[in-house]
């Protein structure tokens, strides 16, 4: 099975701050991950797919990077209706994970 | 709109079956692959179980591997999971998700507790 392991586990940041959040896979996804977003009592949404694909009515502030291992979700100016648990996940191959997931707050 | 809702959770006692169901409405359900994923509280989340539009592919956690069974009727645009030998490791929220490699939506989860 694929291993994903997402950092930080816990984020505090300022309204207006870019922010940075990490996924690393234990080997080559080809580009088949997805980032998800999960507001305290809600279900996970999804924010971006196939690394930087802006899923429909996403804002822009959000983006997606990487290949290979290596795996980036930006905020690239912090609102405070971002504040979420975010997680990654790999769909390369089955079974399909997830990352350990990224809490932030605001400071 | 796509809307997923979840149904059928509840407390069982370990060892106990449960039966959940997932009614999709707002697109074609027979033409999408579909998934359970949990979450324990207070945890991450976990892929369970997934199954494909017709039925042909099924796959499952090692967790649940032998204990459920995913299935859907495309006549009624409803998933379910049958869940057999219950354990306190099982008690998570339930989610049903649209598959399109991604999961591109989700419904809002059904709580599954397993206590003596």
Not at chain 1, 40 to 49: D, N, S
Not at chain 1, 51 to 55: S, V
Not at chain 2, 5 to 20: A, D, N, T
Not at chain 2, 25 to 35: H, I
């Given at each position: 099975?694929?291993?994903?392991?997402?950092?930080?586990?816990?984020?505090?940041?300022?309204?207006?701050?870019?922010?940075?959040?990490?996924?690393?896979?234990?080997?080559?996804?080809?580009?088949?991950?997805?980032?998800?977003?999960?507001k305290?009592?809600?279900?996970?949404?999804?924010?971006?797919?196939n690394?930087?694909?802006?899923?429909t009515?996403?804002?822009?502030?959000?983006?997606?990077s990487?290949?290979?291992?290596?795996?980036?979700?930006?905020?690239?100016?912090?609102?405070?209706?971002?504040?979420?648990?975010?997680?990654?996940?790999?769909?390369?191959?089955?079974?399909?994970?997830?990352?350990?997931?990224?809490?932030?707050?605001?400071? | 709109?796509?809307?997923?809702?979840?149904?059928?959770?509840?407390?069982?006692?370990?060892?106990?079956?449960?039966?959940?169901?997932?009614?999709?409405?707002?697109?074609?359900?027979?033409?999408?692959?579909?998934?359970?994923?949990?979450?324990?509280p207070?945890?991450?989340?976990?892929?369970?179980?997934?199954?494909?539009?017709?039925?042909?592919?099924?796959?499952?956690?090692?967790?649940?591997?032998?204990?459920?069974?995913?299935?859907?009727?495309?006549?009624?645009?409803?998933?379910?999971?049958?869940?057999?030998?219950?354990?306190?490791?099982?008690?998570?929220?339930?989610?049903?998700?649209?598959?399109?490699?991604?999961?591109?939506?989700?419904?809002?989860?059904?709580?599954?507790?397993?206590?003596?």
């Open positions: 099975d694929i291993q994903m392991t997402q950092s930080p586990s816990f984020l505090s940041a300022s309204v207006g701050d870019r922010v940075t959040i990490n996924c690393k896979a234990s080997q080559n996804i080809n580009k088949y991950l997805d980032w998800y977003q999960q305290h009592g809600e279900a996970p949404k999804l924010l971006i797919y690394t930087n694909n802006l899923q009515g996403i804002p822009s502030r959000f983006s997606g990487g290949s290979g291992t290596d795996y980036t979700l930006t905020i690239s100016s912090l609102q405070p209706e971002d504040v979420a648990t975010y997680f990654c996940l790999q769909h390369s191959s089955r079974p399909r994970t997830f990352g350990g997931g990224t809490k932030l707050e605001l400071k | 709109e796509v809307q997923l809702v979840e149904s059928g959770g509840g407390l069982v006692q370990p060892g106990r079956s449960l039966k959940l169901s997932c009614l999709a409405s707002g697109f074609t359900f027979s033409n999408y692959g579909m998934n359970w994923i949990r979450q324990a207070g945890k991450g989340l976990e892929w369970v179980a997934s199954i494909s539009s017709s039925s042909s592919y099924i796959y499952y956690a090692d967790t649940v591997k032998g204990r459920f069974t995913i299935s859907r009727d495309n006549a009624k645009n409803t998933l379910y999971l049958q869940m057999t030998s219950l354990r306190s490791e099982d008690t998570a929220l339930y989610y049903c998700a649209r598959e399109r490699a991604s999961f591109d939506y989700w419904g809002q989860g059904v709580m599954v507790t397993v206590s003596s």
